[in-house]
Structures are given as C-alpha cells and as structure tokens.
C-alpha cells in the first residue's frame, strides 16, 4: 500500500483517537487500550514499510502518549483515594462552582437576615436560641467566661458529639436538595439565622471579640463545610429541575452522585472543626490572641484554598496540556 493511501485510510481514526486521549474521553479503560494496540499494530506497519516517514514519528508520539494514560489510568485506580481529593473533587468543583458561589450568597444573605433581625427585636434572639441558652450565655458572660459553654464535657466527649451533630446537620443539608432544593434552604435558613443573631448577641453584650475567639476557632472549617454541603444539596436540587436533554431520572441520578462525592469531601474538614472545638477552643480564652487569629485564619486559608482556588489550579493544569499532532497528508 502506498503512503498517502495508507495515511488516507486511517487519518481520521487517529485524530479521533489523538482528540480522545487529550480530553479523556473514553468509555472505559478497556476501549483506550483496545485503540492503543491498533495504534502501535499501525505503528509497526509504518516503520517496515515507511521507516523515514513523518507519520513514523507522529504515530510514535501517539502511541508514546496513549501509554502515558494507560499508566495514569492504572495508576490512578491504585491510588483512588488520593486523586479523589487531589483532583476529582477540585475538578467537580470547578465545574459546579457557580453552586457553591450561590451557596455562599445564600449564606452571608441569611446570616445579615438574623443580625438585622436581632438589632431591630430584643426579643428575636430568645426566640431562635432558646430561654435556657441566652440566661445560660448571660451568666458566662457575667462570670467572665462569654464562651464557657464550650469547655462542658471531657474532650473526647465534646469531639465526639459535636463531630456527629455536624455530621448530620450537613447530610441533612445535602438530602434535602431532593425537595427541588428548597429543603436545603430551609436548613441554611435556619442555621444562618441562628449564626447572625447568636454573633449579635456577643456584639450587644460588649463580647464579641471574645466571641470570635471562642466560636471561630472550630467554626471557620465546621461552617465553610456546611456551605459546601449545601452546594451540594443544591446541586441535586437542579438536576431534578433542570435535566437538560437527560431523562429526568438520569440527571437524578447524576446530580447525586456528584452531591454525595462533594458531601464525602467534607468529612475530613468535619473531623477537624470537631477536634478543635473539642481539643482547642476551650482554651481560647488563656491562649494568646496571635495564636487564636493564627488558627481562625489558616483554618479558612486552608478550607477556602481547597474549595475555591485549587479546583482553577487542577483544570489550568489539565486544559494547558499540550499537543502532539503533526499529522499532515
């Protein structure tokens, strides 16, 4: 077979195959590496029959590249619980940031709702928090101690519970998302309201700093994580509502399996709001102010980097990968 008829014959199933490897758009490992033995079967044809021909070197780079991620595929497998957080998840949330961005709006809505609320109502803050809570907060603020309710319980205790309790509130957030994603507003409602008028509460007492200490120590990752959460559960809100051109099943069944995967992500940071709260924010009132301001900001540093600067970070990496077609007839 002469060259041109040879290049004529397979040129389209290359490109196919070289624009399929560069998006990673295959089926499954199997159909990648059904393709990467017929290229390397064409490679082997060429190099008998043209040996100084340029479609030699384009199909080597080709088949160099398909065994690239053949062994990324295989090797990401081994390690899937490492490129879960380091890049499924940062990719996932790139692709449904313009969620967690409302999520947060949401938030810092809600939340203005319950300071405004409790500034223009005295009695707003015994309605949401309780009789008990409030009386129980005055005698701690009066005790010098506006945060002692932190420091009931042993650590482990404290741990323990809280960590479920925050676990719960963010499942919930997110399974509510199955009402259209009103269900999960509602529960951001309710915490946001809570949040602002608890916070005015301290600012009205003359304690907030000591507030802030007290609470955002544990709180920078607990709450950023039920935001999170609740992007989440939005998430599964919209694919009901909005299936596209899937069945409404299919776009379903999509939306909570990315929902569940972004819920999962959270856990670690969960885990880690817990242990502060019950390890280190009942000490916040001996330790030295540099060293809570400290904690409080390389807590959200490191949650805010995770969720909204290192998913752009992941896909500039993965869109900047070059090319390798020189195939020309």
């Given at each position: 077979m002469r060259e041109v008829s040879f290049i004529k014959q397979n040129k389209e199933k290359w490109l196919s195959f070289e624009k399929a490897i560069f998006n990673n758009d295959f089926e499954s490992p199997d159909e990648l590496a059904t393709q990467y033995i017929h290229v390397v079967n064409d490679l082997a044809y060429a190099q008998t029959y043209y040996p100084k021909s340029k479609v030699v070197v384009y199909l080597n780079q080709l088949a160099a590249k398909a065994f690239q991620k053949i062994y990324k595929t295989k090797r990401e497998d081994t390690n899937r619980i490492i490129s879960f957080w380091k890049t499924e998840i940062p990719l996932i949330c790139y692709e449904y940031r313009k969620f967690i961005y409302i999520a947060f709006m949401v938030f810092f809505a809600f939340t203005f709702i319950g300071v405004i609320s409790a500034a223009n109502d005295g009695a707003f803050v015994r309605s949401i928090l309780g009789d008990h809570y409030v009386n129980m907060s005055l005698e701690n603020i009066e005790a010098g101690d506006p945060v002692a309710v932190y420091k009931s319980g042993s650590n482990w205790g404290s741990f323990i519970g809280i960590t479920i309790n925050n676990l719960k509130v963010g499942i919930i957030a997110f399974v509510m998302g199955v009402f259209l994603g009103i269900?999960?507003?509602?529960?951001?409602?309710?915490?946001?309201?809570?949040?602002?008028?608890?916070?005015?509460?301290?600012?009205?007492?003359?304690?907030f700093w000591e507030s802030v200490r007290g609470i955002w120590i544990h709180g920078s990752m607990e709450i950023f994580a039920i935001v999170i959460e609740a992007a989440a559960g939005l998430i599964l809100g919209a694919s009901i509502l909005f299936p596209g051109t899937h069945s409404r099943y299919t776009s379903f069944k999509k939306g909570a399996k990315i929902g569940v995967k972004i819920l999962i992500s959270t856990f670690p940071f969960t885990f880690a709001a817990g242990f502060l709260e019950g390890f280190i924010t009942r000490y916040s009132n001996v330790m030295p102010h540099a060293l809570?301001?400290?904690?409080?900001?390389?807590?959200?540093?490191?949650?805010?980097?995770?969720?909204?600067?290192?998913?752009?970070?992941?896909?500039?990496?993965?869109?900047?990968?070059?090319?390798?077609s020189t195939l020309t007839v």
């Amino acid at each position: 077979m002469r060259e041109v008829s040879f290049i004529k014959q397979n040129k389209e199933k290359w490109l196919s195959f070289e624009k399929a490897i560069f998006n990673n758009d295959f089926e499954s490992p199997d159909e990648l590496a059904t393709q990467y033995i017929h290229v390397v079967n064409d490679l082997a044809y060429a190099q008998t029959y043209y040996p100084k021909s340029k479609v030699v070197v384009y199909l080597n780079q080709l088949a160099a590249k398909a065994f690239q991620k053949i062994y990324k595929t295989k090797r990401e497998d081994t390690n899937r619980i490492i490129s879960f957080w380091k890049t499924e998840i940062p990719l996932i949330c790139y692709e449904y940031r313009k969620f967690i961005y409302i999520a947060f709006m949401v938030f810092f809505a809600f939340t203005f709702i319950g300071v405004i609320s409790a500034a223009n109502d005295g009695a707003f803050v015994r309605s949401i928090l309780g009789d008990h809570y409030v009386n129980m907060s005055l005698e701690n603020i009066e005790a010098g101690d506006p945060v002692a309710v932190y420091k009931s319980g042993s650590n482990w205790g404290s741990f323990i519970g809280i960590t479920i309790n925050n676990l719960k509130v963010g499942i919930i957030a997110f399974v509510m998302g199955v009402f259209l994603g009103i269900g999960t507003l509602y529960i951001m409602f309710k915490n946001c309201i809570m949040l602002g008028s608890f916070q005015y509460f301290f600012y009205e007492k003359n304690v907030f700093w000591e507030s802030v200490r007290g609470i955002w120590i544990h709180g920078s990752m607990e709450i950023f994580a039920i935001v999170i959460e609740a992007a989440a559960g939005l998430i599964l809100g919209a694919s009901i509502l909005f299936p596209g051109t899937h069945s409404r099943y299919t776009s379903f069944k999509k939306g909570a399996k990315i929902g569940v995967k972004i819920l999962i992500s959270t856990f670690p940071f969960t885990f880690a709001a817990g242990f502060l709260e019950g390890f280190i924010t009942r000490y916040s009132n001996v330790m030295p102010h540099a060293l809570s301001v400290f904690i409080i900001l390389s807590t959200l540093s490191l949650i805010s980097y995770y969720y909204l600067i290192y998913p752009f970070k992941i896909q500039k990496q993965i869109t900047s990968t070059p090319t390798t077609s020189t195939l020309t007839v």
